[in-house]
């Protein structure tokens, strides 16, 4: 995921079948006369009537979530633009390290531990830290992910530049977020990018499993 955070001017900041048809066949009156002999023989009628056809139960299922996104990993290489100061555009972060869970009900975690993002503005190192996590809700198409905003997060940021420690900030559980990647996944290996720079690839763990 893209999603960075974000801090004042020259601060930080991070933008992290078929349904049978129920026709009912009725038969047309069907009255037979016997002439067998001299003899009065009694006429018969019969109906004959069908039974209607049994309405099949609807199978249709839902389509589930791409089998090959559920699972754990961990990004190995990623590049994510950070609005690192307020009044300046931009600024291209390189990181690995962040780790993911996507699970089959729709459900994910995203964490990381001392993670470091690295950046440079004039010459000066910048670093992004970030610590914690976030549980989030996701769907996704064989082609995309979206991402829907935190339902639960204990996550920080720390920013640092030349002068060391600028500032510290929380993750709101509340912010909202509404995301949607690109993404293509094969096996053990899943490179996600999207238009506004985002680029990550991403490695298969054992945490969680292996689906796909």
């Keep these: 995921m893209s999603e960075s955070p974000r801090l004042p001017a020259r601060s930080v900041v991070v933008v992290l079948f078929v349904i049978a048809g129920c026709a009912v066949l009725a038969g047309g009156g069907l009255t037979a006369a016997v002439l067998a002999d001299d003899r009065p023989r009694q006429v018969t009628s019969v109906a004959a009537g069908r039974p209607s056809p049994t309405v099949r139960e609807d199978t249709t299922r839902p389509v589930g979530p ?26 291209p972060f390189t990181t690995s390290g962040r780790a ?17 993002f690295h950046g440079t503005f004039q010459g000066n190192e910048l670093r992004l ?12 198409t064989d082609r995309a992910i979206t ?33 949607v990647d ?5 096996g053990t290996q899943l490179l996600e990018s999207n238009a506004r720079g985002y680029r990550s690839v991403w490695a298969r763990t054992a945490g969680l499993g292996v689906y796909g």
């Design 129 to 140: 830290v970030g610590n914690g996590f976030i549980d989030f809700t996701w769907t996704a």
């Design 100 to 116: 993911y869970e996507f699970r089959p009900d729709g459900t994910g975690t995203e964490r990381m531990d001392n993670v470091v």
């Design 182 to 186: 690109d993404y293509a996944c094969q």
């Design 147 to 179: 991402y829907s905003s935190p339902t639960r997060s204990e996550f920080t940021w720390a920013y640092y530049d030349q002068r060391g420690l600028v500032e510290t900030q929380t993750i709101p559980s509340e912010q909202l977020r509404h995301e």
């Design 66 to 91: 791409p089998l090959c996104l559920i699972g754990s990993w961990r990004t190995v290489e990623e590049q994510v633009m950070v609005k690192f100061y307020t009044n300046e555009d931009p600024l």
